[in-house]
């Protein structure tokens, strides 16, 4: 499925509302970071799960309201998986991988 970027809060809160959803807090001048949209791209092209992305240079206070939600500290790059509004799995830096979002998503 196509990864959608968000950029405001009302975004954010349809995503919470979702039966499950894969959201990507992405540095858009880190190479690390890079590397983790990668295999998050790679992941989501090809499961069915909704898939979302936020630019933290452009959208601080939309990621800085992820942290403040669900209490995990901001790092970037960093994945969640959410499911019925909860994280059920996140990860940050080289511990995002495909592999790694295929097993936590079954």
């Known amino acids: 499925m196509a990864v959608k970027q968000i950029t405001a809060q009302d975004e954010l809160k349809n995503i919470l ?3 499950d959803a ?3 807090k992405h540095s858009l001048t880190c190479p690390i970071s890079s590397d983790a949209k990668n295999q998050f791209e790679k992941f989501t092209g090809q ?4 898939a979302y992305i936020i630019h933290i240079q452009e959208n601080r206070e939309l990621s800085n309201l992820v942290a403040e939600h669900f209490g995990i500290k901001h790092e970037s790059p960093q994945v969640f ?3 019925n ?4 799995f996140h990860a940050s830096h080289f511990d995002i991988n495909a592999k790694k979002l ?3 998503t079954k």
């Open 85 to 88: 509004g909860e994280v059920k």
């Open 47 to 50: 499961t069915e799960l909704p």
């Open 17 to 19: 509302e979702q039966e």
């Open 81 to 83: 998986y959410i499911k």
């Open 22 to 24: 894969l959201l990507l």
């Open 102 to 104: 295929e097993e936590v």
